[in-house]
């Protein structure tokens, strides 16, 4: 079993939609959890990261960690075609540790 | 845009051969990582490197290897190249070990595409 598993898509919206992005884990010591945005010949940039379980939010993006259930999501509300590109959910256990990545979903965002 | 650069952008080599690709920090970053990403996959940890010195390494032979100078810039070198070594390689620039987690604590630089032949 890999660490952390994500669907790789693609998965298709039409603009406006909220969209869902989840991942799961089997490491328990994982305390870190991060999403990145990595547009097309580009590095991944880090959106938003959440410290143990809870709700975390910053404008149009919800994320969530579930620890009990070792499961992650990435809500998009109002998604607009800017937003397609392809997420990766990240994990570590400590703040400086290597960066445990899942494969990446590929979201396209219809206009 | 981030402060972290990397060259080239694009390198073709043939197997067998040695290629080495560069990474410059973000300014007061002082920690270098380096991930090799196959097509279709998410980044995976090549190694570490801080104040000169490897500090972990991830599941990859000692054909990979790699320095980092006294500004914080880093090389990572790959010798007797292999065709499953086409991938893009990031480099990922850190905020001194022991400050807080923050959304500027690491920046990745946009990736050397490297193919083999």
């Known amino acids: 079993q890999k660490e952390v598993e994500q669907d790789p898509g693609p998965l298709s919206v039409p603009e406006g939609a909220i969209v869902s992005l989840n991942c799961t884990y089997s490491?328990?010591?994982?305390?870190?959890f991060m999403w990145y945005r990595q547009y097309s010949r580009k590095g991944p940039e880090l959106l938003m990261y959440?410290?143990?379980?809870g709700n975390k939010e910053d404008g149009r993006f919800t994320a969530q960690v579930d620890k009990s259930s070792k499961y992650i999501s990435l809500f998009i509300r109002d998604s607009q075609p800017s937003d397609s590109a392809t997420y990766l959910c990240?994990?570590?256990?400590?703040?400086?540790?290597?960066?445990?990545f899942g494969k990446g979903t590929r979201l396209h965002i219809l206009p | 845009e981030t402060g972290v650069t990397q060259s080239p952008t694009h390198l073709i080599k043939t197997r067998g051969q040695q290629v080495t690709l560069r990474c410059s920090s973000q300014?007061?970053?002082?920690?270098v990582s380096w991930y090799q990403q196959a097509l279709g996959q998410g980044p995976q940890f090549i190694f570490q490197?801080?104040?000169?010195?490897?500090?972990g390494r991830g599941n990859f032979p000692p054909r990979f290897s790699g320095l980092q100078f006294p500004n914080y810039s880093s090389e990572l070198n790959v010798n007797a190249l292999e065709l499953d070594d086409s991938a893009l390689y990031l480099c990922?620039?850190?905020?001194?070990?022991?400050?807080?987690?923050?959304?500027?604590?690491?920046?990745f630089g946009p990736g050397t595409r490297l193919t083999v032949l």
């Open positions: 959440t410290y143990s379980s």
């Open positions: 490197y801080y104040r000169e010195e490897e500090n």
């Open positions: 300014s007061g970053h002082n920690t």
């Open positions: 990922a620039s850190s905020s001194p070990i022991g400050q807080s987690f923050s959304t500027d604590t690491q920046y």
């Open positions: 490491n328990s010591a994982f305390q870190y």
């Open positions: 990240a994990m570590i256990v400590n703040r400086d540790d290597k960066i445990i």
